[in-house]
């Protein structure tokens, strides 16, 4: 008799732990979908980035060119402005000017005759700048055509 309650209470506790593993399995599969539902949700997310990176890289390239078409149209103000001067005043605002830089661009979009002219009256050390600079230009210039 001892024998049989021991091989029962062995098939109880047998039948209580696979009701244990099967309420764990079930747990795991929860855990699972749970896990599922994250990950897809990370996916989607992921890619609602990428989309909001590209669209913010074209809008910088986009302010990148508008504000390169701006400085464009001032520099060519300036030319006009610096075409319209005695050419030895205008040689003696761009060899006081900061920016080198400034000088060149506006030299380059003078009248050629008008430009040498002003080049003429200006610093020989701004205008060495300048001819760096526009150097530089020309080849860029030649690089996209």
Do not use: C, H, W
């Amino acid at each position: 008799m001892r024998f049989l309650i021991g091989i029962l209470f062995l098939i109880s506790s047998s039948f209580a732990q696979v009701e244990e593993l099967k309420k764990e399995a079930e747990k795991l599969k929860q855990i699972r979908d749970e896990i599922k539902a994250t990950y897809q949700k990370n996916e989607a997310l992921l890619e609602q980035i990428k989309k909001e990176k590209q669209a913010l890289e074209l809008l910088k390239k986009e302010i990148e060119e508008s504000k390169k078409k701006i400085q464009d149209e001032r520099y060519k103000k300036l030319a006009k402005v610096f075409e319209k001067m005695d050419p030895e005043m205008a040689g003696q605002k761009l060899s006081k000017m900061e920016s080198a830089e400034d000088a060149a661009y506006i030299i380059y979009n003078m009248n050629e005759k008008k430009a040498a002219a002003v080049l003429d009256n200006t610093d020989p050390i701004m205008v060495s700048k300048i001819v760096k600079i526009l150097t530089r230009l020309k080849e860029e210039s030649n690089i996209k055509n």
